[in-house]
């Protein structure tokens, strides 16, 4: 994420524009939300990154299969119409407001933002490391750096991460045997 000030940590991605979808300034987009219905509605404005190509107003979008195809205006109005002006927008990211996600109704539901940043402990205490992303690959994973070299994949399910401590900042990960060793 861009470190200008128009565009800080106080959002969230929740897609990037892939490849121009015909020639009438259409472009696919890599969904990176679990509510695209409410994230892509007609007249929503999303953030760039970079933050030059927006903020955009998306002003069409239909689903193409499993694919969500948006068209958009860019910053000033500018018309998205063609191929070749949809090409400029290629991996863009799209973010809105953590203050626009809604609460989450399940306590033991997290928006992975809420996650990044986190120690990741033993049950014994001991620190594993901290949370730098989280992965959705069929399952939920935990990226987490670790105190010494390299990185752990610790699956975030709750029989290995039983606790989630956001006023702490600790996740508790109490792993299988032969996990911490991959």
């Known amino acids: 994420m861009s470190a200008d000030a128009?565009?800080?940590t106080d959002t969230v991605v929740v897609g990037r524009i892939g490849r121009p979808h015909g020639v009438r300034g259409e472009v696919t987009v890599e969904?990176?939300?679990d509510?695209?219905?409410l994230r892509f509605v007609l007249g929503a404005v999303l953030r760039t990154d970079p933050?030059?190509?927006g903020p955009v107003t998306v002003t069409g979008r239909r689903w193409h299969r499993d694919v969500l195809l948006l068209q958009f205006e860019g910053p000033g109005g500018r018309v998205?119409?063609?191929r070749e002006a949809a090409e400029e927008y290629r991996d863009t990211e799209l973010h809105v407001p953590i203050t626009d996600l809604?609460?989450?109704d399940d306590p033991d539901a997290f928006y992975d933002h809420q996650l990044v940043g986190l120690s990741a402990r033993l049950p014994d205490g001991t620190v594993l490391g901290e949370v730098t992303a989280v992965r959705h690959e069929g399952a939920d994973l935990l990226v987490v750096r670790r105190v010494e070299d390299?990185?752990?994949l610790i699956p975030f399910v709750a029989a290995i991460v039983p606790t989630v401590d956001l006023t702490v900042g600790v996740v508790v990960v109490d792993p299988p045997e032969g996990l911490l060793d991959l």
């Open 35 to 37: 509510d695209p219905d």
């Open 102 to 104: 809604p609460e989450l």
């Open 6 to 8: 128009s565009n800080t």
């Open 31 to 33: 969904v990176r939300t």
């Open 150 to 152: 390299g990185e752990l």
């Open 80 to 82: 998205v119409d063609s």
């Open 51 to 53: 933050v030059d190509r």
